[in-house]
C-alpha cells in the first residue's frame, strides 16, 4: 500500500518557522516528484514547492519563494519542507503528494499519491 504521512504541523507566531516532514511507506520516493500543497478554508488548494524526481529541479509558488525550502533524505524516504518567516497567511493545511512521472509540478492534478495533511496555523 502506497502512502505518505506528514507530521510538524503546528502553532508558530508569525517570523517564526516549522519543519514539515513527509515520509513515504510501501514505495520509494528517490523517482518520484514529490510537491507540498496547502489548502486553507474556502481557497483553492495552492502548490507551495516541489522536488523533481528526474533531476535536480525544484520550484516554489510565488507566495513562498526565499522563505521555504524543500529537501529529500534519501535514506529516510522522507521529504521535508523547511518554512522561515512564517506569515498570518501561510496557515493552512500543508499536504505532501507523489507523482509517479517523475516530474514534479506545482499542479495538484498531475499527482498520484497524496498525504492526510497536517495543520499549520500562524498567529499574528
Known amino acids: 500500500q502506497l502512502q505518505l504521512v506528514e507530521y510538524g504541523g503546528g502553532l508558530v507566531q508569525a517570523g517564526g518557522s516549522l519543519r514539515l516532514s513527509c515520509a513515504a511507506s510501501g514505495f520509494k520516493l528517490d523517482y518520484y516528484g514529490v510537491g507540498w500543497f496547502r489548502q486553507a478554508p474556502g481557497k483553492e488548494r495552492e502548490g507551495v514547492a516541489y522536488s523533481s524526481g528526474e533531476n535536480d529541479a525544484m520550484d516554489y509558488g510565488d507566495a513562498v519563494k526565499g522563505r521555504f525550502t524543500i529537501s529529500r533524505d534519501y535514506a529516510r524516504n522522507t521529504v521535508y519542507l523547511h518554512m522561515d518567516n512564517l506569515k498570518y497567511e501561510d496557515t493552512a493545511v500543508y499536504y505532501c503528494?507523489?507523482?509517479?512521472?517523475?516530474?514534479?509540478?506545482?499542479?495538484?492534478?498531475?499527482?498520484?499519491?497524496w498525504g492526510q495533511g497536517t495543520q499549520v496555523t500562524v498567529s499574528s
Open positions: 503528494a507523489a507523482d509517479a512521472s517523475g516530474r514534479g509540478t506545482l499542479w495538484p492534478s498531475e499527482y498520484d499519491v
